[in-house]
């Protein structure tokens, strides 16, 4: 059974940082890409950054570009979201999803997803 497990969200000031992470077990976690999506109450899940199978290539929203860093441990199984300078509208759920080409995907068309961790920031 696949599970992706997110952690690390929770109420910060405007300016601060978080590091969210997300676990995986269940899949050969080497062959997949993964991304952070996010979704604020009342809107749509949107894309915040995805970095492909091999950490090598990433790509990221233009709302997050500069600010957040994603990375991944393979020998860990494991995907990271370093989030700075944090802002109110960075808001939201935050979700990891795993799609099995490998590649750097940004539709929210996954393999897997995790159930959300919430992230919270206040001015």
């Known amino acids: 059974q696949v599970q992706l497990v997110e952690s690390g969200g929770r109420s910060v000031q405007a300016g601060g940082s978080l590091r969210l992470s997300c676990a995986a077990s269940g899949l050969t976690f080497s062959n997949y890409a993964l991304s952070w999506f996010r979704q604020a109450p009342g809107k749509g899940r949107e894309f915040v950054a995805g970095?492909?199978?091999?950490?090598?290539?990433?790509h990221y929203a233009d709302s997050v570009k500069g600010r957040f860093t994603i990375s991944r441990s393979n020998a860990k199984k494991t995907v990271y979201l370093q989030m700075n300078r944090l802002k109110p509208e960075d808001t939201g759920d935050y979700h990891c999803?795993?799609?099995?080409?490998?590649?750097?995907?940004?539709?929210?068309?996954?393999?897997?997803w995790g159930r959300g961790t919430q992230v919270i920031v206040s001015s």
């Open positions: 970095i492909d199978w091999s950490g090598d290539n990433s």
């Open positions: 999803a795993a799609e099995g080409s490998g590649d750097v995907f940004t539709a929210p068309q996954a393999d897997y």
